[in-house]
């Protein structure tokens, strides 16, 4: 059986059984020697304990150490299997590697399966994103709400966090999520930012701060997509001196068009220095030759 074919026998079943079948999935993907120091932080566990909610000081601070803590000072590279699925049409599988370069703010993007989407990628350069298709050899410029590889991601969902440089945060207090007890906060596009979605409402742990539920809002009002993060990882950074975190899945559920999600699963976070001209369109063009 293929790596291919394993993942869709695991996804099939859609989100509940990437829920229950996670363990098995680590089996399939275990990491290599060189990413081993990966940890996998289990699904969020609920807590009697009621939630304080926070002060104005202490939602400026959460906010900006879930940005700090998704950074790292040097580079960044990860395995990424997407599965998307859409109403009336056969559930698609993309794998791709995604790769970073947090101190210039660059992001890369290339799928490596399956054989049609094979050295498509997108590059984040100078606050641009690009992309490119190797079947016109033609780069076209996009925008923050381009459908990654046609699915329910967005360029966000692959890069470093930047809620505090591009958003203002306010408070809406604890609030229940299901089992869980969570902080609220609204966020608001800073005037002159480019964003996906002028509008998102958080959900945060009062134990973790990781974000536990996301919707986003366009401009109108209409809520556009929700996604859950129940699972993050982190690795040591020897250039950070301190550990970089990452989901390790997300759940997004396309609330315009209804029946339709995507589920994205990182592997092998690698946070060894990548080569210097990597984050170029020469390279990237490169990879589909």
């Known amino acids: 059986m293929t790596i291919m074919q394993r993942i869709r026998n695991l996804l099939g079943a859609g989100v509940t059984t990437v829920a229950v079948g996670l363990l098995t999935f680590e089996a399939v993907f275990r990491p290599t020697t060189a990413v081993a120091q990966e940890k996998v932080v289990e699904d969020e566990k609920p807590s009697d304990d009621a939630a304080k909610p926070w002060t104005p000081e202490e939602l400026k601070a959460a906010i900006k150490a879930l940005d700090d803590r998704q950074r790292n000072s040097g580079d960044y590279k990860t395995q990424v299997y997407i599965e998307r699925k859409e109403k009336n049409k056969n559930d698609v599988v993309l794998e791709a590697v995604v790769y970073r370069r947090d101190a210039d703010d660059k992001l890369m993007i290339l799928f490596t399966n399956p054989k049609a989407e094979k050295g498509k990628g997108y590059l984040r350069i100078d606050k641009n994103l690009w992309m490119y298709d190797p ?25 470093e966090s930047r809620l505090s440089e591009e958003y203002e945060a306010k408070y809406e207090g604890v609030e229940k999520l299901g089992k869980f007890q969570a902080h609220k906060v609204t966020l ?34 209409k809520l556009m997509r929700t996604s859950y993060t129940p699972k993050w990882a982190k690795r040591f950074s020897e250039s950070k001196k301190a550990d970089v ?45």
């Open 135 to 159: 079947g016109v050899g033609k780069w076209e410029r996009r925008t923050e709400r381009e459908k990654i590889g046609g699915t329910d991601s967005r360029r966000a969902d692959f890069d």
């Open 245 to 289: 975190w990452t989901p390790k899945e997300i759940r997004i559920f396309d609330e315009v068009e209804k029946g339709n999600s995507t589920v994205i699963l990182m592997k092998e976070m690698d946070l060894r220095s990548l080569p210097a001209n990597l984050f170029t369109k020469a390279w990237l063009e490169s990879q589909s030759r």
């Open 188 to 221: 608001t596009a800073k005037k002159g930012v480019d964003v996906a979605y002028p509008k998102q409402v958080l959900w945060l742990s009062p134990s973790s701060g990781n974000t536990l539920k996301r919707q986003e809002y366009a401009a109108s009002g």
